[in-house]
């Protein structure tokens, strides 16, 4: 019988170390205008899906009414037809701008955003997403090819701190598995709209930073909502999916801020909820203040439409949980992202939705 080894983590650790160093400096030999990728363990992954990253609407029809072995002759016939941009498409070109000024802050930094496709395509389709990768001059270097298989399973592979698809399902996948996960949904053309010099992204409060306290209003009315929060509000509320994504953003800001560069710091992020300030406000501004993070617009909409501030913010993207808002928020352009997580799930504007009974046989 063969002998078992034991692994060292240190020494484990200290090889991975040389191998990152070697790999480095291979990098920086090159005579090349592209970065050098950063460090997984220190960069803010951003794993996009190619659907979310490129339109592949024609593509994909051709996938659902031939079948798959078209599909990828299809796309192997048009290896160097770029693909148009996506939903995510200026979101990524954000993450690169905001990378572009941490780099020339911090040279040998590797706290930047680092982009990972992540799709179940075929690698023979890769040639053609690679090609519109280069087409573009994303600097998008690592890629997770799984051929039709489900990829959520590389996500703590490859260290992801966000994930975007437009596969609802492997969303839900991702979120169960601990993972700040949404589902992109496409909009009207609004690129042009939005800034080229500061990435900004929106949040929804309940059931996407914070845990959900609607669940109170749901099965017991606002007012009773309204003394809980009172009750509670020295006690923050549990963290929801995607507060660590924006804990991940202050990180990057502050390197701005110690800079100097508050007010030119090219991220911005923001609160925009369907709570009300005076009422139920107090316990999500001191749960933001005990985490340690600053949310640099917050806005209390105590139930008015979300779509006109958001037209006005402009984002890169808003996260929110409930469907409604994400319709409202597309209506006049913004680009949405759906986060299923949360009573919300079970309600369209605010009715109850009734839940198919569970096959138990």
Not at 38 to 59: C, D, G, H, W
Not at 193 to 205: C, E, M, R, Y
Not at 314 to 329: K, L, R, V
Not at 343 to 348: A, E, P, T, V
């Amino acid at each position: 019988m063969a002998e078992s080894k034991t692994t060292d983590p240190a020494a484990t650790e200290a090889g991975e170390e040389k191998d990152w160093t070697a790999t480095k400096a291979f990098f920086d030999s090159l005579k090349t205008n592209k970065p050098r990728p950063p460090k997984p363990q220190y960069a803010v992954t951003i794993a996009v899906s190619s659907r979310s990253l490129f339109n592949m609407v024609a593509e994909g029809k051709i996938y659902k009414e031939d079948g798959v072995e078209k599909y990828v002759a299809y796309q192997q016939e048009h290896d160097n037809e770029p693909l148009m941009p996506g939903v995510a498409f200026p979101l990524v070109k954000a993450l690169m701008n905001v990378n572009t000024r941490l780099r020339r802050l911090y040279p040998d930094s590797d706290e930047l955003f680092d982009i990972v496709l992540m799709t179940n395509n075929h690698a023979q389709v890769g040639v053609r997403l690679i090609n519109s990768i280069n087409h573009y001059d994303l600097t998008i270097e690592r890629f997770c090819m799984t051929g039709g298989e489900s990829p959520i399973g590389y996500l703590k592979a490859y260290m992801t701190n966000l994930y975007l698809s437009k596969d609802g399902e492997q969303v839900i996948e991702a979120i169960e598995e601990g993972i700040a996960a949404a589902t992109t949904f496409a909009s009207r053309d609004v690129e042009n709209q939005l800034s080229d010099t500061q990435l900004k992204v929106a949040f929804d409060g309940d059931a996407v930073l914070f845990s959900e306290s609607e669940i109170i209003v749901k099965q017991h009315g606002l007012d009773t909502f309204f003394e809980h929060e009172k009750e509670f509000e020295n006690k923050p509320l549990a963290q929801g999916p995607l507060k660590c994504f924006l804990e991940a953003l202050g990180m990057l800001q502050r390197k701005f801020y110690a800079k100097n560069e508050r007010m030119t710091c090219p991220i911005r992020t923001y609160l925009v909820t369907s709570r009300s300030a005076a009422s139920s406000g107090v316990r999500v501004l001191k749960t933001l203040r005990s985490w340690g993070l600053e949310i640099d617009e917050a806005l209390f909409l105590a139930g008015a439409p979300k779509g006109p501030l958001l037209q006005k913010i402009q984002p890169h993207i808003f996260f929110d949980d409930q469907m409604f808002h994400i319709e409202g928020a597309k209506e006049p352009g913004t680009i949405a992202a759906h986060v299923p997580n949360g009573i919300g799930q079970k309600y369209h504007k605010g009715i109850f939705i009734e839940q198919p009974a569970k096959d138990t046989t």
